[in-house]
């Protein structure tokens, strides 16, 4: 807002003015947590003489990519097809009509290592533009023509089969870092869906090797300095194999779908350190992006205070950690956390990125001290080092409230909390919905993108929701009705997926649209339609939107719901597989809709109430459900369909102070009391299910 250039908001109004004034259109999309964003806007954008030269040739358009999804994913296309790769700060040249004829990421102010100045690259475009006018248009098309074919799935569906499940899990096997963990190589990023596959089958199969796949990984991952070893919660990636020089920035998003893959290794290995570091993530969390007032949770914290910062915040040199802790908690802290006189960091040698180098067994020999006595001291110096942190400058937390990373967020509280008994975090998840359903709902118009703004200048406007919104909305109301047993969110999600369904879904070829398919007229590259199969960090659209219905379709015996997703997985079955690691939810769903999903009621309180529920949600499964009911609940018009039908009737229902009752497609078998009994009982019907897929992959 105070720079020197004339910036406009993505809309119709600034491409009717460039083709009135017969000028391209220079479109700058970034992000609040970008450092390169940040970079480029005081190098360039806050230039008075490069602002002149903008406001002169130019109509310049400044979309923030976490507000527009859609429009940012069109266009890192249309830069991948120019310049080979894509990312943030997104700079891009376009026709009056919005069609991309040139683009880049970061362009420094003066020629620099091969990249161009941006001052030549502006003059050069402009000038093109008029001089090369049919060149730069016939480029234009040859772009778009790129961008409308990078997800089209046309003609790409298939059966549904049990090997394309198995080519997924084999590509991320191969892709297996051995010696770090996690896959591939540097940068490393973690692959939350293709965590969740693999702990999935592993779960299924007992297979030795995906267990040391998913234990090595996530230690290595919470040992590293990816992860933040004061405070919690995870930076967004790893610039080296090794998990220690992260980017710093940390993601709502990363940090939601990470806190399910703790949760879910806690299940599948009963780890105690899987638990803490679940345990840790929600402390983050709560601490820097809840809204602890009204609910809800906040999008990202910057990795950086200042341009001249580098992780400066998060890192230590040997003299600031020397100078908070004692003797024995510096010796302690230097040795489990690496501190020396030389560090990572580039940018200054002396800062170190804290990260697990030495077990607290070999310091406790190292000192002459016991294990106890260690893990105490390393206690007080983390508590101390923390609190010397808080004082410094701290990175920008954006406040901004995207529905789709609330979902999230609150499907991943939900799941820490009814796995390891942490009922203040299933309050807040709980109320963060309500808010949403409040403020970002609308019978009539359906959801919101943003519900509230981290900048109060922009409150009034209005982001229309997205299939990321709807897709995961509606598996966060469910997750919803199984944690507190309140039909109305049932009923949520069932008008959710609805509204989606009729917006979003291609009645043709199958598959759902990531903006409505509503006829509006689309400005520039949002011609071009995308069904977004790719997770790209997030879990993508499709799938999502497939296993909501998966999930609605076992509560509701709607068979509409489940035609709909048998139309979106074939619309893909024919080249998933060939995304591997990447179409992770994809495989995941695919799983899920053949497998009978199982759903365990739990019927009473009280303290048995408890023991049933702990036994019934104890063992991994991601195609189980687990619903407490009080016993005033159990009619039929506080219960979804499906149970309407079959759970009142059961005999020995009523009666009894606790008991559990296990259904799979639709039929329940008789009520059991016993925990070992229900134990038991899940136990066969996972074998069973297991023993299925194993006829279907064979």
């Known amino acids: 807002m105070h720079q020197p250039i004339d910036w406009h908001e993505w809309g119709p ?25 940040h970079v480029m806007d005081r190098e360039s954008y806050e230039e008075p003489e490069i602002a002149a030269l903008i406001n002169q040739h130019f109509i310049a358009i400044k979309v923030d990519r976490d507000e527009r999804p859609d429009v940012d994913s069109r266009y890192q296309v249309a830069v991948q097809a120019i ?9 891009a040249f376009l026709t009056p009509e919005g069609k991309p004829f040139y683009a880049g990421t970061y362009f420094p102010p003066r020629d620099y290592q091969g990249r161009p100045s941006f001052r030549r690259v502006l003059m050069t475009l402009a000038q093109a533009f008029h001089e090369k006018n049919a060149d730069v248009r016939e480029s234009a098309e040859s772009v778009m023509g790129a961008i409308s074919q990078s997800e089209a799935f046309a003609g790409k569906s298939g059966s549904l089969r049990p090997l394309t499940v198995n080519s997924m899990v084999d590509a991320a096997v191969k892709l297996f870092d051995a010696e770090h963990g996690g896959f591939g190589s540097a940068p490393k990023f973690p692959h939350p869906s293709a965590m969740d596959l693999l702990i999935q089958r592993c779960a299924e199969t007992g297979d030795k090797q995906l267990l040391h796949i998913i234990s090595t990984s996530l230690q290595k991952m919470a040992e590293g300095g990816v992860y933040d070893q004061l405070a919690g919660g995870f930076h967004r990636y790893s610039v080296d194999e090794h998990w220690i020089v992260p980017h710093f920035e940390k993601m709502s998003y990363d940090n939601s ?12 290995t009963g780890n105690e350190f899987f638990a ?26 910057d990795a950086d205070y200042s ?18 802790l004692s003797d024995d908690e510096l010796q302690a802290a230097m040795l489990h956390y690496d501190i020396g006189e030389v560090g990572e960091m580039h940018h200054n040698p002396a800062k170190n990125v804290l990260y697990v180098r030495v077990p607290i067994d070999e310091i406790a020999t190292r000192m002459k001290k016991t294990p106890e006595e260690i893990e105490a001291i390393l206690r007080s110096a983390k508590e101390k080092m ?4 808080l004082k410094r400058s701290t990175p920008f937390v954006d406040k901004t409230v995207y529905v789709s990373w609330n979902a999230l967020c609150i499907s991943a509280y939900l799941q820490a909390a009814q796995v390891l008994g942490m009922e203040e975090a299933r309050k807040f998840a709980l109320r963060s919905l309500d808010r949403i359903l409040s403020k970002g709902w609308n019978a009539e118009t359906g959801l919101q993108h943003v519900i509230a703004y981290s900048d109060k200048n922009v409150a009034g406007r209005s982001v229309a929701g997205v299939l990321d919104d709807y897709a995961f909305m509606v598996i966060a109301c469910l997750d919803a009705y199984e944690a507190s047993g309140d039909l109305t969110y049932y009923e949520f999600a069932r008008k959710i997926a609805d509204r989606m369904i009729a917006r979003f879904e291609d009645k043709d070829e199958g598959g759902f649209f990531d903006v409505p398919n509503d006829g509006a007229a689309a400005l520039g590259a949002l011609t071009a339609r995308r069904k977004p199969l790719q997770d790209s960090p997030t879990p993508a659209g499709n799938p999502a939107a497939a296993i909501g219905l998966i999930r609605l379709y076992a509560y509701s015996n709607h068979g509409s719901y489940q035609e709909s997703v048998e139309r979106t997985l074939e619309a893909f079955a024919g ?12 495989g995941m769903a695919l799983d899920m809709y053949l497998h009978p999903h199982t759903q365990v009621v739990i019927v009473g309180s009280g303290e048995a109430a408890e023991k049933l529920k702990a036994a019934a949600v104890a063992p991994f499964s991601f195609y189980k459900s687990v619903v407490h009911l009080r016993e005033g609940e159990v009619v039929p018009q506080m219960l979804p369909p499906a149970f309407a039908e079959t759970i009142p ?38 074998s069973e299910a297991t023993h299925s897929q194993e006829k279907q992959r064979a």
């Not at 310049?83 to 700079?91: D, E, I, V």
């Not at 080249?575 to 994809?586: D, K, N, R, S, V």
């Not at 008991?659 to 899940?682: G, M, R, S, W």
């Open 13 to 37: 109004e600034p491409f009717e003015k460039a083709r009135q004034e017969n000028k391209p259109v220079l479109l700058d999309v970034g992000a609040v947590w970008c450092h390169w964003c």
């Open 83 to 91: 310049s080979g790769q894509g990312g943030w700060p997104l700079t």
């Open 257 to 268: 779908e990470l806190l399910k893959n703790y949760v879910h290794a806690y299940q599948l």
């Open 276 to 301: 803490m570091v679940a345990r840790d993530i929600v402390r983050w969390i709560d601490e820097w992006l809840s809204d602890r007032e009204q609910g809800g949770f906040y999008a990202s914290q």
């Open 307 to 324: 341009l001249d910062d580098d992780g400066d915040y998060f890192t230590w040199t040997l003299d600031e950690a020397e100078a908070v």
């Open 386 to 389: 923390y609190a010397a942190r």
């Open 575 to 586: 080249i998933a597989e060939h995304y591997g690691l990447f179409a992770a939810t994809y």
């Open 649 to 686: 009737n059961i005999p020995g229902i009523k009666g009894k102070k606790a008991l559990a009752v296990l259904c799979t497609n639709f039929a329940c078998q008789p009520p059991i009391t016993d925990t070992e009994e229900l134990k038991k009982a899940l136990k066969n019907a996972s």
